[in-house]
C-alpha cells in the first residue's frame, strides 16, 4: 500500500513561489506515474500536474501551463510541485496522487493512491 504525504503549503503573497513536496512510502513508487491535483472551497478537485515514471514527461492543466514544474526524484521516493508567479486563484488544498500505471493520467479516477493534503494560500 502506498502511503503519500505533501508538506510545503502556507500562506503567501500573490506573485511568490512555493515549492510543495509529496513523500511516497510503502511501495513501487518509482514505477509509477504521479501527480498534483487542487480543490477550492465548494469546487471540484481538478487536475494540476502530472509526470511519467522516468520523470521524462509531464503535463499540465492550462492555468498553470508556465508557472507550476513538476518534478521527482526516484531515488528519495520524492515528487514536487514548483510553483511561481502565485495568484489568489491558486488558493486551494493541493493533492499528490499516485497511478497503477507508468503513463501521465489527467484523470482523478485514474489515481489509486491519495495524500491528505496540504493548504496552499494566495493573498492579494
Known amino acids: 500500500q502506498v502511503q503519500l504525504v505533501e508538506s510545503g503549503g502556507r500562506l503567501v503573497q500573490a506573485g511568490g513561489s512555493l515549492r510543495l513536496s509529496c513523500a511516497a512510502s510503502?511501495?513501487?513508487?518509482?514505477?509509477?506515474?504521479m501527480g498534483w491535483f487542487r480543490q477550492a472551497p465548494g469546487k471540484e478537485r481538478d487536475f494540476v500536474a502530472g509526470?511519467?515514471?522516468?520523470?521524462?514527461?509531464?503535463s499540465y492543466a492550462d492555468s498553470v501551463k508556465g508557472r507550476f514544474t513538476i518534478s521527482r526524484d526516484n531515488a528519495k521516493n520524492l515528487v514536487y510541485l514548483q510553483m511561481n508567479t502565485l495568484k489568489p486563484e491558486d488558493t486551494a488544498v493541493y493533492y499528490c496522487?499516485?497511478?497503477?500505471?507508468?503513463?501521465?493520467?489527467?484523470?482523478?479516477?485514474?489515481?489509486?493512491?491519495w495524500g491528505q493534503g496540504t493548504q496552499v494560500t494566495v493573498s492579494s
Open positions: 510503502g511501495g513501487t513508487f518509482s514505477t509509477k506515474a
Open positions: 496522487a499516485g497511478t497503477l500505471g507508468s503513463s501521465i493520467r489527467e484523470r482523478r479516477f485514474e489515481y489509486a493512491y
Open positions: 509526470i511519467s515514471w522516468s520523470g521524462a514527461s509531464t
